[in-house]
């Protein structure tokens, strides 16, 4: 069974259940072993997918439950300034949590710091990268940040005890002491002759070092991988080599990175040894967040080249999972094998024993064939029901997982958020309904789209633009919609530096031109919300209704220029809240006894303006007539669409009142809860959809067939969820 505390991963176990206990040679929730898989050659895994699809989560949860159980790295391959990874539990007691990372060589030292206690001291890693990690003498700040990175290293491999801050602080001052020592000597001569001053310091930090430990198995390594300049044969310290070509970055760089990686995989596959074969210890588990970013990708470039070269003295069988945002690129990784979630569940009886070799094998001698790549798909919609089952049934709208999923598209993160707050609101003895989910607080207060948006798009000024962007059509119209709020930035163009972000989030592929600014559902209907629930009082100038009020007057100049500019103008027009206006305009063109337009246009219409949001809902007291004057909007489509409130429109005639009932239904039918398999007022108003079209095409002389035929074929696709056809005209 798996332990109380440690969050539960919906819909990821064919991967931590299967896979990764086939690595590494321990069950995932229970302190069991299992049979290791795969051989002396094993993959590195690569999870992939999109922001919120629960790569993090996956890496959490093996840190959890692989702590203290085996040697275990837990880092965060992100470049500098990007906020810290929430905090696990130490890999080792003592090490230091997920936290950003600079560079290859500083995901080395993390890696080291967690594994030294379990593996051993890395007498040839450790001094190479003491070599490579020096600072310029008249860099302070340098000095400190690499003094602290020396403290960690001396702290875990037991070479000095004490608190990391005092350690750095003493490590800098002995450096400090040692490099004016060297000044005054007279033999300084090659230790001086560098550009940066950075190897008078390389060689007192060795010096100090080897006051520790010894760096002769260290020197003698690395003289056998490196050839030393012309003329300078057995005069070169091969410690201080490395250090002055790693700083001469290039090609020398890239060398000596090579270099460390293979010191550490040697060094590793050293340790386990005849002894620990024997009693089956497992090997080290190192997990990656973020490796899409350059340090990441350095460090799972440098282990794939080597584990590709089989002349390789040593093989280990370390279990590397790394995350990645978005798709990898098939050019990027040409022989990667890729595999989905259900491909990793396990198979039965004999057949098992090959699933190794079918999951993975090496098929050729490219370093990307060392690679698995995973992609992590939405949870399906009993993983949703099971998330819901902390609740009571009996508070619980009986359709509410398939709602849940239908909104989030099975997004994880989302998922999750919405079914805490439906717990929440469970336990405080709310009932909940499909409709209420956007509505909810998190168990902490906050409302639950404000904490999505947050964290999924973590730029505040990027989102807060998007706020207000998202509710125009397309990017010529949101660039209009930027210019008229005079949206501040650096940018030139606002919409398009939004744009450009939602790229970089990898919410999307491109920079849409004609299409919707953002493209995923899900995040547009969390922007949408939110931009509704904090929408300023109607006279100001950003406000829900002057938004809307400005996009109809711009699609109203643009209507002579583009095909859809009418139906754009009636859409905002019902999102503010003025569905008179809206049905007025469509009964004039449905009545006009010479229709400049085709029945098609005014389908077209219809069945685009019913898709507005929804305006700010009705605030407690008003009772003023508009909606901007009443402080919100209250909804009453499903009584409208049902004639329940005839008497209010007795100015129309009857087809008037029919269009009137037909858009009301069509409106609430474009809602992500209205689906008629789990709501019974959304499978009444399909019928409604059907019975007013019929009505509507016996009233109009020349648009009979073309109607006749949306009354049979609207209801069926507002059913499937589809978008309603628009008919060919016959004689109009």
Partial sequence: MGKPQTPLLYGRDPLVGSLIPSLTGLAYDERARRKREFGDDVPVVLLTGQHGLGRSAVLDGLARNYHKRLPLAHVRAVVPGTPAAVPVAPAQDGDVPAAPAADFVQVLERIVCALAPGTGLFPVLLPGLFAVSGWSLDDADGRDAVCARHA???????????????????????????????????????????????????????????????????????????????????????????????????????????????????????????????????????????????????????????????????????????????????????????????????????????????????????PSAGLLVVPLTPLSRDDVLSMLDRASVRLLHPHLASALHSLTGGHPAASTVLCDAVVHAARQNRAVAPKDLLDLPTPQGRPVTQVLLEDLLPDRRQRDRLLVLCLARDNATAEALAEDLRLDGPEQLPANAAAQYLVERQWQQSVPVDAPLVESKLLQSLLVHEARRTSPPSDDPHSWYEIHRFLHVHHVQRSDTEDSGEADA????????????????????????????????????????????????????????????????????????????????????????????????????SEPYADAAIDPDAETLCQAVGDELGFLCRRHPTWYAALGRAARDWPVAARKRQVLPVPASEGS
């Fill in 152 to 366: 960690r290293l001396l702290i875990a491999c037991g070479l000095i005890t004490g608190g990391e801050r005092d350690v750095a602080r003493q490590w800098s001052e002995r450096v400090g002491a040692s490099v004016a020592e060297a000044k005054s000597a007279a033999d300084v001569g090659v230790e001086v002759a560098d550009d940066d001053g950075s190897l008078p310091v390389t060689a007192a930090i060795l010096r100090e070092l080897q006051s520790l430990r010894g760096l002769g198995p260290a020197r003698n390594w690395y003289g056998r991988r490196h050839t030393p300049p012309d003329g300078a044969t057995g005069k070169t310290d091969a410690l201080l080599e490395i250090g002055r070509r790693f700083h001469a970055g290039g090609d020398y760089r890239g060398a000596v990175e090579k270099t460390l990686m293979a010191a550490f995989l040697e060094e590793v596959a050293a340790a386990y040894g005849l002894v620990r074969h024997m009693n089956r210890e497992p090997w080290p588990l190192i997990l990656i967040d973020e490796a899409h970013a350059p340090a990441g990708q350095r460090f799972l470039n440098l282990l794939l080249k080597h584990r590709a070269n089989a002349q390789r003295p040593h093989r280990d069988r370390i279990t590397v999972v790394a995350t990645r945002l978005g798709d990898l690129p098939h050019e990027e990784a040409p022989q990667a094998v890729r595999r989905e979630l259900s491909d990793l569940l396990p198979a039965a009886g004999g057949a098992r024993r090959k699933q190794a070799a079918t999951i993975w094998q090496r098929t050729g001698h490219d």
């Fill in 570 to 669: 009636l859409r905002h027009s019902l999102a503010a809240g003025n569905a008179a206006q809206v049905v007025d305009m469509l009964a004039d063109e449905f009545g006009a006894e010479e229709a400049e337009q085709s029945v098609q246009h005014w389908l077209f219409c219809l069945r685009h303006c019913a898709t507005a949001p929804t305006p700010p809902v009705k605030r407690p007291g008003s009772d003023a007539n508009s909606p901007e004057d009443q402080g919100g909007w209250s909804d009453h489509r499903v009584e409208i669409a049902l004639g329940e409130h005839a008497a209010r429109y007795t100015h129309l005639d009857e087809a008037g009142r029919s269009i009137n009932r037909l858009l009301h239904a069509l409106w609430y039918l």
